[in-house]
T-cell receptor, first 113, second 111 residues
């Protein structure tokens, strides 16, 4: 099925470890996004890529880096994981026009111990 | 900046009850408005949208009308089912297509 694919679905890290969350979309969308979801906080934008070759900080970028590898793929990297980064991470994509909304992946549940 | 305010939750209803979830927004210009739904353990799915004032979005028995005069986009359903139990997010999109979300509200429907 067409859509947004995230890997892995679950991950447990120790404090200080690094990891990369992968995201790929097959809808030829221009824009891609990374959000984190925490209880009582809703969704908060970490980074986004309006088009291939560009990335910008969102609301909560500290402790994260991103790479827009090509039009399909947008990865999120935690260089030195902290317990405060325990969260559910969602990747999303959109054609880049405001009226069309986003398509979301199914999420990565990350626990940092 | 843009912001979305949703009513506080959680909300618990009996099956076949009427549902209203309030959403108000602050934005410059003319945003598009959305409702997303998140079922347990899943990502967000687009439920409905409206792109200009007085538009009504509808899907799966849910409706919401874009009210520019009251800056609102309240979600309604005439008769909820147990399968509607989920988290509901109101959101708006700026012209650059970045979405701003409300905090979400959990709906539980009892048989």
């Amino acid at each position: 099925n067409a859509g947004v694919t995230q890997t892995p679905k679950f991950q447990v890290l120790k404090t200080g470890q690094s990891m990369t969350l992968q995201c790929a979309q097959d809808m030829n969308h221009n824009s891609m996004y990374w959000y984190r979801q925490d209880p009582g906080m809703g969704l908060r934008l970490i980074y986004y890529s309006a088009s291939e070759g560009t990335t910008d900080k969102g609301e909560v970028p500290n402790g994260y880096n991103v790479s827009r590898l090509n039009k399909r793929e947008f990865s999120l990297r935690l260089e030195s994981a902290a317990p405060s980064q325990t969260s559910v991470y969602f990747c999303a994509s959109s054609p880049g026009q405001g009226k069309l909304g986003y398509t979301f992946g199914s999420g990565t549940r990350l626990t940092v111990v | 900046g843009n912001s979305v305010t949703q009513m506080e939750g959680p909300v618990t209803l009996s099956e076949e009850a009427f549902l209203t979830i309030n959403c108000t927004y602050t934005a410059t210009g003319y945003p598009s408005l959305f409702w997303y739904v998140q079922y347990p353990g899943e990502g967000l799915q687009l439920l409905l949208k409206a792109t200009k004032a007085d538009d009504k979005g509808s899907n799966k028995g849910f409706e919401a009308t874009y009210r520019k005069e009251t800056t609102s986009f309240h979600l309604e359903k005439g008769s909820v089912q147990v399968s509607d139990s989920a988290v509901y997010f109101c959101a708006l999109s700026d012209p650059n297509s970045k979405l701003t979300f409300g905090k979400g509200i959990t709906l539980s429907v009892r048989p």
